[in-house]
């Protein structure tokens, strides 16, 4: 296999699809390996996404598996490493955006790394070091009630510094528009100062471009998914389709859907409307230990042949709270994404090569068990859900997951016609 050029490290599953689908965009071949590989990748690529599952998990464990995943990168001769976090920063005063950047600064024995969540045409701008998501301030949007990582401080040198053994600096808005010589410069000053890592304002995606060229020959680059737009020039790659290339789609087609989301709801019933066949999965039949999963697949079955056929436990808010205090949240959760996850097994098993799940947790648990390790990131269908190619049980498979409100409301019937 050729060297590898960028081996990325993600805090989580849809951040890494998310990163890997920005590097295709970009020109380059990218895989998404889940969890640290173990071996070599089945496919050649540019770029390497490793998701693994550490946002909010303890610091320690977090480092832990980032470094591991590191170790592979490195044997893999990763020319750069990316650090990919949320593009709303989310972590707490314990970590892990902190602890993680500096175990892999001090691994790679680099003494600077800039750290940005900007990706200005999705959103989210940092000004004078304070992040914005959307026009509001990040303190000041949802993010303030997340139940894990309530961010309830804008200023990203102050959240940093409150993880970090290293000085944090900025690098303002002013520098950055001034381009990459500016950048350097200012780096080579904080660095002067006892600076580690500097947080980077960016207020549009040209400012994301002009700071690729000044993390150059950083060997650690520390970011939200928006960064890699400027990096994949720094290694002679520009935009082209080939990147984004998978093998040519074959087999039954498949819709699992748990997303309970405003528009996969949309997209569930907009697919049901044009004459798609659709099997509703009801949580409380699971729940009285009713065989669901096959009458699901009998139904399914006979209807291959036809075209894509979908099973959704997808429902809209007041329903599903019904179902959740009866069962209860975790559980009505658990039990349906068990149920969708062995029907995608099923329906693999009776032929199905081109599957779209709906639903972030749900797809976890599908790919989890169609055991599925390494995707390769194909073209994207709406932004964020790319197409990708992986192996199922030995054989090739084309697979599309949808988090929850990504996708326009034809996104069930538009994904295979462009697969096709
Ligand atoms: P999203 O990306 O929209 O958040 P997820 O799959 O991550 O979708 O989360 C949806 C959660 O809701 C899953 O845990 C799923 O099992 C659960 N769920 C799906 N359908 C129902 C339902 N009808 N009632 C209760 N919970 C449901």
Known sequence: MSRLLLGCIADDFTGATDLANNLVRAGMR?????????????????????????????????????????????????????????????????????????????????????????????????????????????????????????????????????????????????????????????IAQLKREGVGLAIVDAVSNDDLVRLGPAVADHALVTAGSGVAIGLPQNFGIAPSSQASELPRASGLRAIVSGSCSQATNAQVADFIAK???????????IARGETVVEEALAWAQPLLAQGPVLVYSTADASAVKATQSQLGVAEAGAMVEHALAAIARGLVERGVRQLLVAGGETSGACVQALGITQLRIGSQIDPG??????????????????????????????????LA
Request: aromatic share 8%; proline share 5%.
């Open 275 to 285: 004459g798609g066949h659709a099997f509703a999965l009801d949580p409380l039949r």
């Open 30 to 186: 990218a895989v998404q390996a889940i969890g640290a590989p173990t071996g070599a990748l089945d496919a050649e690529a540019d770029a390497v996404v490793i998701a693994l599952k550490s946002r909010t998990i303890p610091a320690q464990e977090a480092v832990a598996q980032s470094l591991t995943a590191l170790a592979w990168l490195r044997e893999q001769g990763a020319r750069q490493v990316y650090f990919k976090y949320c593009s709303t920063f989310d972590s707490t005063p314990a970590g892990n955006i902190g602890p993680v950047a500096e175990a892999l600064m001090d691994a790679l024995g680099t003494d600077f790394a800039i750290a940005t969540p900007a990706f200005p045409d999705n959103g989210r701008t940092v000004f004078k070091g304070h992040l914005f998501v959307g026009e509001q301030l990040l303190s000041d949007s949802g993010m303030r009630d997340h139940p894990l990582t309530p961010m309830r401080d804008a200023n990203l040198v102050r959240v940093l510094q409150a993880q970090c053994r290293r000085k944090v600096g900025l690098i303002d808005h002013r520098t950055v528009a001034q381009g990459a010589p500016a950048i350097r410069e200012r």
């Open 385 to 418: 859900v790319p197409w990708c190619h992986a192996r199922v049980g030995g054989e090739g498979a084309h697979i599309a997951l949808k988090s929850g409100n990504f996708g326009t409301t034809d996104f069930f019937t538009k994904a295979f016609t462009l």
